[in-house]
């Protein structure tokens, strides 16, 4: 995740899904990696990322995982049902990862 603590999105986020028990539960648990970038001052880094995923600006909540190798950008205004539903579709296997046994 990238936003600013200054950013108004990014508190509202906090406040309304984020820092909701069972969110911080499934953010904390041993299988997921939360991360948060801190964009007060201009970081090229931070900024490419940010592009490639059509965004400007904070706040950008991105969630990956086997379902979503490539990440999948939430809206800038989260629900508790949207990152639940980002979530286990992360959660699913890839389909590159999908193979089928047709031995007898």
Request: hydrophobic share 40%; aromatic share 6%; charged share 30%.
């Amino acid at each position: 995740m990238i936003r600013s603590r200054k950013a108004e999105g990014g508190r509202l986020n906090d406040v309304t899904t984020l820092d909701r028990a069972e969110n911080r539960a499934r953010l904390s648990a041993p299988d997921a990696v939360a991360m948060r970038a801190d964009w007060t001052q201009a970081d090229p880094a931070i900024l490419a990322f940010l592009r490639r995923f059509g965004r400007f600006g904070i706040p950008l909540v991105a969630v990956y995982g086997p379902g979503l190798p490539r990440g999948e950008a939430l809206p800038k205004l989260l629900t508790p049902a949207t990152l639940r539903a980002a979530i286990e579709r992360a959660e699913r296997e890839s389909p590159d990862k999908i193979t089928t046994d047709f031995s007898p």
